[in-house]
Every structure is written in structure tokens, then in C-alpha cells.
């Protein structure tokens, strides 16, 4: 872009190369998280064997102890992040859960590997809010979809690779007993454990060499420090039509996400017949390639919306996305034949991201500056909760107690997902007002203090 088409505001931000710089570096980040917090779901069926757990034991340890925990420390690191050095405690963030993830992989007992993934939860509290807040400050909102596509992206690359590189390391390993020097000998999936928590101290220092940028409101220097709490009650109290609709909504579309994370490669196993290599290897090459695919369209979808003036781009590309997943889900619990329902998985798969990066982009455009990575954690709190801590033990208590069949874990989780997909679609599509009016305020009075009483909504 020349010169002359940078408008005053835009200047202040710091220069692409930089920007995309930072955006990579917290892409890795973002990666790194979700093969750790992933990786468990390949390995569900010998944990359950080895540590001898049933469907809703599993479930708590896939989705409770790393949500609860993570909501938790959100709000108190995310007030942290908003009033000091972001890249600084994302980095102390990465170190913390690379050490919880790897002591996953010494568990030999329930509670063991629970407390692992509590400090894996709290540990990852720090990612989305501070990518979050950085991003917001290295790209003008015309290029934020974009930006917030390609952090989103480690999603999928992560949870990914933890499904490819687990399933290889798994066949390479075999089902086995290893002996390992210091440990003696542990089972095979807790060296992939180990071995996947480790690579933590290797992104951790990279995230050190982002260059803190100033913070900026409105397209003008914000004010650095803390909002007190009070502020922070206030804005939400004001916005309560917007912020519940939009945290309710993406909720519930994450929520899907979230059980297909928990329950897909084991469904591939239990319904299809196959191994575990192979249905990581299908659900992993399926991640990698449809999840960077989907946030970055709907990255790009959103930022095309945004230079039409559509304030609530987001929330209309996301409503689109939460139809398709509802028939995605649908087509899993009608069972179809193996050809078919890795289609239908792969719709899910691809569609289901767009709330990733929309989600808390969308709050980057109706929240203050000093507030951002706050709501963020608030907005990644009520996910975690409840899809996070919900959404495998549904699945598992709808297979344990209604069907009371392993075999039909497929129509489970389809009917789960077609549900909440279809609700998702309605709460987000009964926000758009309330969304637009408070988007339009925050370009009128960009500082939490100044918000006319008229705009009250």
C-alpha cells in the first residue's frame, strides 16, 4: 500500500513487516497450546485402559479440569495483560503449561493426570488474551480479519499436528512399554506427552523477540494502566445486550468445536472400525488443512464485509457458519457410510472454525483498548466453561446413560452438535442491532468514560 493511501490513524500502527512478524510468532504460540491441551483426545482409549476410566472420567479430564482452571486465572492474568508487557507474559505463560503438559505425561492415576491438566488450563490463560490485545495494536481493524485468521490458524495447525505427529509416534512407539533414563518404564502415550510438552521451551523464547507496540484507541495513543474493576462492571452493565448475546452465541458455537476436539478420532475407531493411526492421521490432516483454510476465509469474508461498512460483518459470517455446522452434525448422527461421514466431518471441521478468530475479533471492535484482553478473558471463560467443561461430558452422558451403547457415540454427538449449532445461529442473529449500535458508539467515543448516556443500549 502506498503512502498516500495510509490514512492518519493507521500511521501510529507499527509497520507490516513487524506487524506480521509478531502475528507469526503468536500464531506458534497459539499452536503450541492447542497440541497441548489436544493431544489427549488421540490416546483416549489406552488411557482408559491403562489408568482404567470410563467415558465420563475421561470427559472431566478432556474438558473440566483444563476449563475450569483456565477461566479462572483468565480474568486475573487478563488484567495483567491489559496494563502490562503482553509479550512477557505470554512467554511465562507458555513456559507454565509446557511444564503442566509434560507432567501429563507422568500421570499414573485419575488425579494425577487431572491436576496436570488444571495447570495446563491455567498455564494457556494468557494466549488468547494477550494475542488478542497485541493484535489489536499492530493492525488497523480494515486488516484485523486477516491478522486474527492467521493467530486463530494455530488452532487447527496445532490440534493438528498433535493428532498427525501423536499417531506417528504412536505406530513408531507401538503399544508398549518404554523404559526412559531417570523414569523408568511408562507407557508409549506418555512419551508422546512428554515429548509434545516439551517443544514449549522452544517457543517460549521467540515469543521475547516481539516488539511491544503502543497501545492505541481509536487510532489515537491510549492511556496505559489498569481500568478499575468498577469501569469494567459499568461498560458491561451498559453493553449487557451486546456482550451477552455475543458471548452466549459464540459459546454455543464453540461448543461443537469443542466436543468434536474431545470425541472425533474416537468416534472414527468406535463406529468405523479403524485404528487409532489412522483416524488421527484422517481427523489431524483434516485440522491442518480445512482449520487455517476456514479462519483465513472467514477472516477474509469479514474484512471484506468491514470495507462495505458492515460493523457486524462478523457476526453475519459467523451466523452462516453456525447453519453449516448444524447440518454437518446432523449428516454425523444419520451414521452414513465411511466416505460420507468424513465429508460430513470435514464440513464441521472447515466451518466451524470461522468463530475462532471472528469471535473475540468482533470484540476488538466494540471494547476499549484497557478492556480488551479483559472481555477476551471473560468471552474464553464462558467457552471454556461451558463447551470446554460440557460439551465431552454431554456427549459421554448422552452414550453412557440414554444409549447406553459406546457403538452410537456417533448419533451422540451429532445430535449435540446440531442443536447448539442451530441455537448459535439464532442468539447471534438477535444481536446484530445491538451490536451495530454499540460498535458505532465506540467510533464516536472511543474511552470507556465518555460514552454519551444517549447511546445507552
Known sequence: MSTSNVTESESLYPPPKVAWFACTILFLGCALAFMDRGIISLFII???RDLHL???????????AFAAFNALFGLPVARWIDGGPRRTIAAIGITVWSLAASSCGLATNFWQLFLGRV????GEASVTPAGVSLLADFFPPRRRGMAMGLFYAGTFVGGGCALILGGLLWR??????VALP?????HSWQVVLILVGALGFVVAPLTLLIREPQRLEGGRR???GSVPLAVVAQYYRRHARTLAGHNVGFCLQNFALHAAGAWLPTLLVRTSGWSIAQAGATVGAM???LGPIGTATAGALADALARRGRTDGKLVVSIGA?????????MVALNPAPGLIVVALGGLMFFGTFSLPLGPGALQEIMPNAMRGQATAIYVAVTNLVGGGLAATTVALLTDFVFHDKAKLHLSFGLVGAVVCILAALTLASTLRAFRLTASERQVAPHPDRVPATATL
Not at 495447570?119 to 491455567?122: H, K, M, P, Q
Not at 453456525?322 to 446432523?330: G, H, L, N, P, S
Request: glycine letters at 10%; hydrophobic letters at 55%; aromatic letters at 2%.
Open 322 to 330: 453456525a447453519v453449516m455446522c448444524a447440518v454437518a452434525c446432523a
Open 222 to 224: 491510549a492511556a496505559t
Open 119 to 122: 495447570a495446563l488450563g491455567a
Open 54 to 64: 470410563s467415558d465420563t472420567q475421561i470427559s472431566l479430564l478432556v474438558g473440566f
Open 172 to 177: 513408531r512407539l507401538g503399544d508398549r512399554q
Open 182 to 186: 531417570l523414569l523408568g518404564p511408562v
Open 46 to 48: 489406552p488411557i482408559q
Open 287 to 289: 485440522t491442518l488443512i
